[in-house]
């Protein structure tokens, strides 16, 4: 069994046809899925897909990438957190390559998302990029190993990756870890801790391989884990086995 760690098939893409994605999951033994809030203004979206289907869990917050949207306010974030069905805060972090400086807001938006994340003991979704020195900073400012949390669709090196394991912090890896150029994903892969690793597809987004350049689902995380398997010589059971016992350590609020 496999689960998708991190997913958005309450987009519109993926939502319209429900029935063949939910049966594309179950057919390759993908379980469960996190479907992951990046704006407010579409919650009310998200938690319909969620509520509708039990395989589907739901995170809350704000991505780092949405600078034209209301900024959220703490009320906001913990009400919603506790909701039976959400088990994660995020996704937040910050993002250096979309959005230019000033980025003080971005910076104070992840903060929010930390303080919430520990006052509800829920753990945070990580986004980062071209920004992994300021986002470990403000992980350790924000004491993130009280809750603990993931680094989502993780691209950076095994430098900044052991960084983040220090922190407590889980490794998720998508499908670009597929990617014949991906080599410091592929040392990631090798050396993440098995017991510290997590596996996603970031749907729609980011096809593997032998789909790269479709759209993606949440069956599709079968072949990250074969990719995974494949790269440390291990049964690709054994990655899905792990990857699943993995989810529910972290998200808590899941567990059976």
Same mark, same amino acid.
């Given at each position: 069994?496999y689960?998708?760690?991190?997913?958005?098939?309450d987009?519109? +893409?993926?939502? $319209?046809d429900?029935a063949?994605?939910?049966?594309a999951? $179950?057919?390759?033994?993908?379980? %469960?899925?996190?479907v992951?809030?990046?704006?407010?203004e579409?919650?009310p %979206?998200?938690m319909?897909?969620?509520?509708?289907?039990p395989?589907?869990?739901?995170?809350?917050?704000? &991505?780092p990438?949405y600078?034209?949207?209301?900024?959220p306010t703490? =009320?906001?974030l913990f009400?919603?957190?506790?909701?039976?069905?959400? !088990?994660?805060?995020?996704?937040t972090?910050?993002?250096y390559?979309?959005?230019?400086?000033p980025?003080d807001?971005?910076?104070? *938006?992840?903060?929010?998302h930390?303080? /919430? #994340?520990?006052d509800?003991?829920?753990p945070?979704?990580?986004?980062?990029r071209q920004?992994?020195? +300021?986002?470990?900073? !403000?992980? *350790?400012e924000?004491?993130v190993?009280?809750?603990?949390? /993931?680094m989502?669709c993780? #691209?950076?090196?095994?430098?900044?990756?052991?960084?983040?394991l220090?922190l407590?912090l889980?490794i #998720?890896?998508?499908?670009?870890?597929?990617?014949?150029?991906?080599?410091?994903?592929h040392?990631?892969?090798?050396?993440?801790?098995l017991?510290?690793?997590? !596996?996603?597809t +970031?749907?729609?987004?980011?096809?593997?391989v032998p &789909?790269?350049?479709k759209?993606?689902?949440?069956?599709?995380?079968?072949?990250?884990?074969?990719?995974i =398997?494949q790269?440390r010589?291990?049964p690709?059971? $054994? !990655?899905?086995?792990q990857t699943?016992?993995?989810?529910? $350590?972290l998200?808590?609020?899941?567990q059976?």
């Open positions: 069994m689960i998708d760690s991190h997913c958005h098939v987009f519109p +893409d993926l939502a $319209q429900m063949s994605l939910r049966q999951m $179950q057919h390759n033994q993908v379980t %469960r899925a996190l992951v809030s990046v704006c407010l579409d919650w %979206r998200l319909q897909v969620v509520e509708a289907y395989e589907f869990y739901a995170s809350v917050g704000v &991505h990438g600078d034209q949207v209301p900024e703490y =009320a906001e009400e919603r957190a506790q909701h039976e069905k959400v !088990i994660a805060i995020g996704e972090g910050l993002d390559y979309r959005l230019q400086e980025l807001w971005q910076r104070e *938006r992840f903060a929010l930390l303080a /919430v #994340s520990k509800t003991g829920l945070v979704i990580v986004h980062t920004a992994i020195a +300021d986002t470990l900073a !403000i992980l *350790r924000g004491e190993e009280q809750s603990g949390g /993931v989502h993780f #691209s950076e090196d095994w430098t900044a990756a052991k960084k983040a220090d407590g889980y #998720s890896l998508s499908g670009i870890v597929t990617f014949k150029s991906a080599k410091q994903v040392e990631v892969a090798q050396k993440v801790p017991d510290r690793l997590l !596996i996603e +970031d749907s729609p987004y980011l096809a593997p &789909h790269r350049g759209m993606n689902h949440p069956a599709l995380v079968v072949h990250v884990a074969e990719c =398997a790269l010589g291990v690709a059971a $054994q !990655i899905a086995d699943t016992h993995n989810f529910y $350590q998200f808590t609020k899941a059976p």
